[in-house]
């Protein structure tokens, strides 16, 4: 079992950038496969990147590719996303995931652990 705490969020102008963290405690976080989500009221929960367990393969929604970069430091049981040029339409609020069978996936259903979520607001 894995528990995952996000921090990172907050306000933002339009053009700038943040970087999400998201710590992990538990064993074995090297054997997780990361992702990123997003999530605004009333819509469901949209993947938005997915790093694999050895940090070599990565994947991105359409939406943010070339703009944000998820990577992972398995010492620290951390995974990152880094946002840069962001846009209003980026405000939500933003999960980290966790799957501990499998491997990349951008559907919500496939992963098991989540963490809070930290709120990230865009502004124009």
């Known amino acids: 079992q894995v528990q995952l705490v996000e921090s990172g969020g907050g306000l933002v102008e339009a053009g700038g950038s943040l970087t999400l963290s998201c710590a992990a405690s538990?064993?074995?976080?090297?054997?997780?496969?990361m992702a990123w989500f997003r999530q605004v009221p009333g819509k469901e929960r949209e993947f938005v990147a997915g790093?694999?367990?050895?940090?070599?393969?990565?994947i991105y929604a359409d939406s943010v590719k070339g703009r944000f970069t998820i990577s992972r430091d398995n010492a620290k049981n951390t995974v990152y996303l880094q946002m840069n040029s962001l846009k209003p339409d980026d405000t939500a609020v933003y999960y980290c995931?966790?799957?501990?069978?499998?491997?990349?996936?951008?559907?919500?259903?496939?992963?098991?652990?989540w963490g809070q979520g930290t709120q990230v607001t865009v502004s124009s």
């Open positions: 995931a966790a799957r501990s069978i499998g491997t990349s996936t951008r559907s919500s259903y496939d992963y098991d652990y």
């Open positions: 538990g064993r074995s976080f090297s054997s997780y496969y």
């Open positions: 790093r694999s367990r050895s940090g070599t393969v990565t």
